[in-house]
Antibody, heavy 120, light 109 residues
Framework: EVQLLESGGGLVQPGGSLRLSCAAS????????MTWVRQAPGKGLECISG????????YYADSVKGRFTISRDKSKNMLYLQLNSLRAEDTAVYYC?????????????WGQGTLVTVSS | QSVLIQPPSASGTPGQRVTISCSGS????????VSWYQHLPGTAPKLLIY???QRPSGVPDRFSGSKSGTSASLAINGLQSEDEADYYC??????????FGGGTKLTVL
C-alpha cells in the first residue's frame, strides 16, 4: 500500500525557515517523480515544486523560485522541501504527492498534508 | 487567477448529470494531458481522471473526462450526496510547471 506522510510544518516568523519531509513507502521510490502542492486558506491547490525520479530534474513555481528547494533521498525513501525567506502568503497546508510515472503528472497518491503558518 | 479556468461553483440534485469545464491554452491543455482531482476539506486530494479520460482503479464509472483542443471537462453521472467536494483540473504547462485550475465547489442539492 502506497503511503506518504508529511512532517515538519509549524509556526514560523516571516523571514524564517522550515524543512518539510515526506516519508514514502509501498512503492519503488526512485522510479517516480514527486511533487509538493500547497493550499492556502480559502484558496485552491497550487503546484509549487516537483522532482524527477532520479532527482536530476526539478521545477519551481514562480511564487517560490529562489526561496524553496526540493530534494529527495532514495536511500531513505524521503522527499524534502526546504522553505527559506518565508512570507505570510506561504501559509498553507503542504501536500506531497506521487506521480504515476517518471513524468511529473498525474499525481496518483497524496499525503494528508502538513500545515505551515507564517506569522509574527 | 489560475491559468486553467474553472467555474467556481456547480450544483445538481441526486441522480442528475453535472459537468465541470476547464479552459486552458496551447501551452498546457492544448499540448499535454489533463487530470482531475476530488478534494474534501481536511483530506488528501484524490485522483479521479488521468490522461484526459482514464479512471484509476476504484473510481466509479459515473466519473468521466474528455478533452477537446484547449478545453477539458469532467462529467459526473448519477450524482450522489458523497460527490459534494471541490474538483480541480490539472495539466503540465510547457513553461515548465504543473498547474491546477482554480477549483469548482460542487454542491449536491
Amino acid at each position: 500500500e502506497v503511503q506518504l506522510l508529511e512532517s515538519g510544518g509549524g509556526l514560523v516568523q516571516p523571514g524564517g525557515s522550515l524543512r518539510l519531509s515526506c516519508a514514502a513507502s509501498g512503492f519503488t521510490f526512485s522510479s517516480y517523480a514527486m511533487t509538493w502542492v500547497r493550499q492556502a486558506p480559502g484558496k485552491g491547490l497550487e503546484c509549487i515544486s516537483g522532482i524527477s525520479g532520479s532527482g536530476g530534474s526539478t521545477y519551481y513555481a514562480d511564487s517560490v523560485k529562489g526561496r524553496f528547494t526540493i530534494s529527495r533521498d532514495k536511500s531513505k525513501n524521503m522527499l524534502y522541501l526546504q522553505l527559506n525567506s518565508l512570507r505570510a502568503e506561504d501559509t498553507a497546508v503542504y501536500y506531497c504527492a506521487k506521480s504515476n510515472s517518471g513524468w511529473f503528472f498525474p499525481l496518483d497518491y497524496w499525503g494528508q498534508g502538513t500545515l505551515v503558518t507564517v506569522s509574527s | 487567477q489560475s491559468v486553467l479556468i474553472q467555474p467556481p461553483s456547480a450544483s445538481g440534485t441526486p441522480g442528475q448529470r453535472v459537468t465541470i469545464s476547464c479552459s486552458g491554452s496551447g501551452s498546457n491543455i492544448g499540448s499535454n494531458t489533463v487530470s482531475w482531482y476530488q478534494h474534501l476539506p481536511g483530506t488528501a486530494p484524490k485522483l479521479l481522471i488521468y490522461n484526459n479520460h482514464q479512471r484509476p482503479s476504484g473510481v466509479p464509472d459515473r466519473f468521466s473526462g474528455s478533452k477537446s483542443g484547449t478545453s477539458a471537462s469532467l462529467a459526473i453521472n448519477g450524482l450522489q450526496s458523497e460527490d459534494e467536494a471541490d474538483y480541480y483540473c490539472a495539466a503540465w504547462d510547457d513553461s515548465l510547471n504543473g498547474i491546477f485550475g482554480g477549483g469548482t465547489k460542487l454542491t449536491v442539492l
